[in-house]
């Protein structure tokens, strides 16, 4: 039925909104007696302490109780920390949290993928450290450079050891950072006991650094366990998107015993 409405209350000695809600019948009017010692109540009793009542005004009307749940929904969000709200609201999770504007979401400002990652093991990058340790890296030119900083937080990548196969599924946990920016459990990378003895070569050059992101992993293998079978999808780039890839996604799936479907989050 299209007989639930959105309200506001209106602190009348400043013009504040302060509390949202929706409901139907005389809803909007069971606040003005609440006694208990929530924010919304106190405020209602320093209103009236002053001789006043607080506005109450019918923001939106003959609604669907789903369309008024997520116009109030909307509105606390707008409102963010300044309402006296306890509850956030439904739909809370289809909203951006509040304080998040400084920096991108995924699933807001962008939408995370999965991707192939070449892992070209040299004299600057080891496969042991990356299990080990938990992150990937790429650079010593900006080609690498740029293609590893095309990564955003929880994309899922599918690692590929050359002339051997797949090694391993994994997270990204965030955007890569030049290497000697990375600290891992508190320690620097470049303090680490690294089998690769290399990874801090240009480390000052921007251009020319091993940038690293730090990785969750979901799956590994050693490289003498390598995954493979001729046809699948390899490339010499750092990273490809493996959206027209199911047959490699299919053998991913398989070989490793997940889906990855499930692990995009």
């Known amino acids: 039925m299209n007989n639930y409405y959105v309200y506001v209350y209106i602190d009348p000695r400043n013009f504040e909104e302060f509390y949202y809600g929706k409901g139907c019948g005389s809803r ?3 606040h003005l007696s609440d006694q208990s010692d929530t924010k919304k109540a106190n405020r209602i009793k320093a209103i009236k302490k002053d001789g ?4 109450v005004r019918v923001i939106a009307k003959g609604l ?3 369309e008024a749940l997520l116009i109030e929904k909307t509105l606390l969000w707008r409102l963010g920390r300044w309402t006296t709200n306890i509850a956030t609201g439904h739909f809370s999770e289809k909203f951006r949290p509040i304080d998040t504007f400084h920096r991108q979401l995924p699933g807001f400002d962008f939408q ?3 991707y192939y990652y070449n892992v070209c093991e040299s004299i600057h ?3 042991d450290d990356y299990q080990e340790f938990g992150f990937i890296s790429a650079g010593q030119g900006t080609r690498w450079r740029d293609s590893i900083l095309g990564f955003n937080e929880c994309d899922i990548f599918i690692a590929y050891f050359k002339r051997r196969g797949f090694v391993g599924i994994g997270r990204i946990l965030q955007k890569a950072k030049m290497i000697r920016n990375i600290l891992i459990q508190g320690k620097p990378l470049l ?3 690294l089998k690769c003895k290399r990874m801090s070569d240009n480390s000052n050059n921007e251009q020319k650094s091993e940038y690293v992101c730090l990785v969750k992993w979901v799956k590994t293998v050693p490289r003498n366990e390598a995954k493979w079978k001729s046809g ?6 750092v990273r490809s998107s493996l959206d027209a890839q199911p047959d490699t996604i299919g053998f991913i799936e398989e070989q490793f015993k997940v889906k990855i479907k499930d692990l995009i989050t």
Do not use: A
């Open 64 to 66: 669907t109780e789903q």
């Open 52 to 55: 006043l009542s607080p506005i």
């Open 125 to 127: 990058r080891n496969w």
């Open 232 to 237: 699948l999808f390899t490339s010499q780039h």
């Open 191 to 193: 303090e680490l006991n």
């Open 112 to 114: 995370n993928g999965v």
């Open 28 to 30: 909007k009017d069971c």
